[in-house]
């Protein structure tokens, strides 16, 4: 029985290669630089509708005089919550409280890193 080979092509080098079928992944590593490999059978439209949301992460979070809750990055920069993966609904760090993230300390008053 004769094994079918799949074609992926690298979205990052575009280098194209194939591999033995062993099941429908239609993304895998790319062999040459490590970057994601689609199938090459699905449509480039599909290809070009890919977006990767990249999240910034807050130090603290703070409120304007207007009462919009804004964060803040490394850099003092404001970022707006939505671009961040933190819940502020539930808060596990209490920000709302602090305004800065909240480690636990042990028994001397040290904290926990």
Known sequence: MRKSKIQYVCLDCKYSFSIEYKGWYP????IKCGGVAWMKDLAKSDLQNIHVKKYKEPVAF???NKGRTYGVDKKGNKID?????YDLKHDPHGWKAAGYK????????RPNI
């Open 27 to 30: 993304s895998i590593q790319c």
């Open 62 to 64: 703070f409120k304007d």
């Open 81 to 85: 919550p939505s671009e961040t993966r």
């Open 102 to 109: 909240v480690r636990s300390h042990d028994a001397k008053g």
